[in-house]
């Protein structure tokens, strides 16, 4: 499958970014824990809905301290107040909308900041992850386009890791029969840059919802290091916030 400019939005955040070249136009610090195999496809637990009616949207402290990213959350929140007041008027009434932003790595020049988030309407209540990648010198987000000197090969590289390990584990978990059908690629879910056993950058996470694979559940939560032909891709500025793991 070849990366398309939808597949290029997910390295700085999905739902609030776009990429340029392509139209750009609760209080706690949970970093990721390590994984056996550099895989974590267990089902994860989603966020609790908030109250009826009612928008929940918090940022941990250790993110509080970058205005723009804080604007910029900020922003995704009036968003979910938009669907939730659309979902109001229709079946969906009874949910709320909720997303807890917590720091998944810090460097001396990358914050990045993940969030499960749960709103109101059928679909959207799935679990799914947002994620930034903020450089706090630059006070921006970083696209593909700014992180990669190469966007597309990048891309290429990370949705080909995470469609081998996502096959890996359907083929246990359910059959070889059952992982034959097509990987969605990055499209299908949101990745997150997260730091494990230190401070740089080692891995990628991201939660593919099972609708999206055409089964039921939560769906699978996958991680894979940081390394090998993506590393020399990494623009040499943010290059030492990165650390190779195998």
């Known amino acids: 499958m070849s990366p398309t400019c939808n597949s290029l939005r997910l390295v700085a ?5 776009l990429v340029a ?20 496809a267990v089902a994860s637990t989603p966020a609790q809905p908030s109250e009826p009616g009612r928008v929940v949207h918090t940022i941990a402290p250790a993110a509080r301290d970058h205005a723009g990213l804080v604007a910029l959350l ?24 909720r997303k807890d932003w917590r720091v998944t790595a810090r460097t001396s020049r990358l914050i990045a900041v993940a969030a499960e988030r749960v709103a109101p309407t059928q679909t959207d209540a799935l679990l799914r992850t947002d994620a930034v990648l903020w450089d706090t010198r630059g006070e921006r987000p970083l696209t593909a386009e700014r992180l990669f000197t190469d966007p597309v090969a990048a891309i290429a590289l990370i949705e080909t890791a995470f469609c081998e390990t996502l096959e890996a584990e359907r083929a246990r978990e359910h059959g070889f029969d059952r992982a034959r059908s097509p990987c969605p690629g990055v499209e299908a879910g949101h990745f997150a840059w997260e730091a494990v056993g230190g401070d740089l ?10 609708e999206a694979l055409g089964e039921t559940g939560p769906g699978y939560r996958i991680a894979v290091p940081v390394g090998g032909e993506l590393l020399p891709l990494i623009r040499t500025e943010y290059r030492p916030d990165f650390a190779a793991r195998e």
């Open 201 to 210: 950058i080692s891995r990628l996470s991201m939660h593919f919802p099972a």
């Open 13 to 17: 955040l999905p739902v609030l970014l």
């Open 74 to 97: 900020d922003a995704d929140a009036a968003r979910g107040r938009a669907v939730m007041e659309a979902a109001s008027k229709g079946s969906q009434a009874s949910r709320g909308w």
């Open 21 to 40: 070249g392509c139209g750009e136009s609760a209080e706690a610090d949970n970093a990721a824990g390590p994984v056996a195999n550099a895989s974590d």
